[in-house]
């Protein structure tokens, strides 16, 4: 076995990386950091937030109301954008001179890079693309949830021996944290030694993208293989709701929506207040990405269709007779 950076005597609390843009924290930092508490509270140990950029005191603030006991700083001009080869060096340093028992990073393009690379440096395990975290009873081991392996599956991986024990968890699972006014935390500031040589990376210029992000939708219309391609009638319910359009792999597969919209294992994960789901099976896959919406209505022709199992309300018919009767019923609440 290859030995581990330190030993799990010598590791102790629950760190979070706080992955930040422009000095604002990521919906996932938050995320991990109001799961993070609960863990650490059941465990009897601290919060950490490792934060990382040129200018983040406010985003340390917000991680301080969000519940961390402490958030570690590490500024450099370097830091500002994520680099692979700088946030590498940096987290893997403070993380072996601090030695954190657990390790939890978002599963975003940025979260996972780091991630993986970490886990390399630091010779330990890493659960990526969790759906779930929780605390094993009788050891405190921490116990990741993964779906997928091509089907059908449910994983619960741990790491008994290396540490830390790292994961990363998925965009929308949790809940962010309420905000305390009073937050109890500290902030500790750590020198960052990073020289232009150890950076083999430039960033020229970057393109911020602020597309549609199913992950915050309120509401969203889902349709997938029984719509046969027809998405009108769902966008006009979502309009008038004011809903986001979703859509299963299928659907998307088939080109006819737009792969940002796909909801699912490799989709989105979303938390929506209401989701009206069309056409949908129900498959596993795309279930995961809506399992923590609190209400959820299934509108599908076949009476044994698995979505019926996940569905608060369930409307058993062809969902082009149903949605023109739904719009005109929203249209005549709303008109008094
Ligand atoms: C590794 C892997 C990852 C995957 N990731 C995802 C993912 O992220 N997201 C995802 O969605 N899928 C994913 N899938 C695919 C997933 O397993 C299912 O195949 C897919 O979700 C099925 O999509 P569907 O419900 O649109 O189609 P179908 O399963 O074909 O279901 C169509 C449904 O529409 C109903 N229907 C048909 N006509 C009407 C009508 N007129 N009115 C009402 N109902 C009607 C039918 O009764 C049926 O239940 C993944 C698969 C794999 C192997």
């Known amino acids: 076995m290859i030995p581990p950076s330190y030993t ?17 924290l990521e919906g996932v930092a938050l995320e991990l950091l109001g799961r993070g508490r609960q863990l650490a509270n059941e465990a009897e140990t601290l919060l950490s937030g490792v ?4 200018d983040v005191e406010a985003a340390a603030q917000v991680a301080l109301a969000a519940g961390a006991d402490r958030v570690i700083v590490a500024e450099h001009p370097a830091l500002a954008v994520y680099t692979t080869d700088a946030y590498t060096k940096v987290v893997g340093e403070i993380v072996v001179e601090r ?14 890079d780091l991630a993986g690379r970490l886990a390399v440096r630091l010779r330990t395990g890493l659960t990526a693309d969790c759906t779930g975290l ?3 009873a009788e050891t405190g081991l921490l116990l990741g949830r993964v779906t997928g392996f091509g089907g059908g ?32 935390g500290l902030i500790e500031r750590v020198p960052v030694r990073l020289s232009r040589h150890e950076i083999r990376t430039e960033v ?3 393109a911020l993208h602020e597309g549609l992000d199913l992950t915050k939708a309120e509401r969203i219309v ?10 009108g009638p769902l966008r006009e319910l979502a309009a008038l709701i004011g809903a986001e359009v979703g859509a299963t792999r299928v659907a998307v597969d088939e080109g006819w929506i737009e792969r940002e919209r796909q909801i699912g294992q490799t989709g989105y994960v979303t938390r929506p207040k209401l989701a009206v789901v069309c056409g949908v099976s129900g498959a596993m896959h795309f279930t995961v990405g809506v399992e923590a919406a609190e209400c959820v209505v ?6 044994e269709a698995p979505i019926f199992e996940q569905a608060d309300y369930v409307i058993v018919d062809d969902l082009f007779s149903v949605l023109p009767s739904l719009i005109k019923q929203v249209r005549a609440l709303e008109s008094g």
Request: net charge negative; aromatic share 6%; glycine share 12%.
């Open 8 to 24: 799990k005597a010598e590791a102790s609390g629950i760190w979070v990386f706080l992955e930040q843009e422009s000095g604002r």
């Open 51 to 54: 934060l990382l950029g040129s």
């Open 99 to 112: 030695r954190p028992d657990i390790f939890l990073l978002g599963a975003t393009p940025n979260g996972r």
């Open 134 to 136: 929780e605390l094993e």
């Open 153 to 184: 599956v449910v994983a619960i991986i741990k790491c008994p021996e290396h540490r830390p024990q790292m994961a990363t968890v998925r965009p929308g699972i949790f809940a962010p944290p309420e905000l305390t006014a009073k937050p109890w």
């Open 204 to 206: 020229v210029e970057r």
């Open 222 to 231: 889902a349709g997938g293989r029984g719509t046969h391609g027809d998405f």
């Open 298 to 303: 299934a509108i599908n022709s076949d009476e």
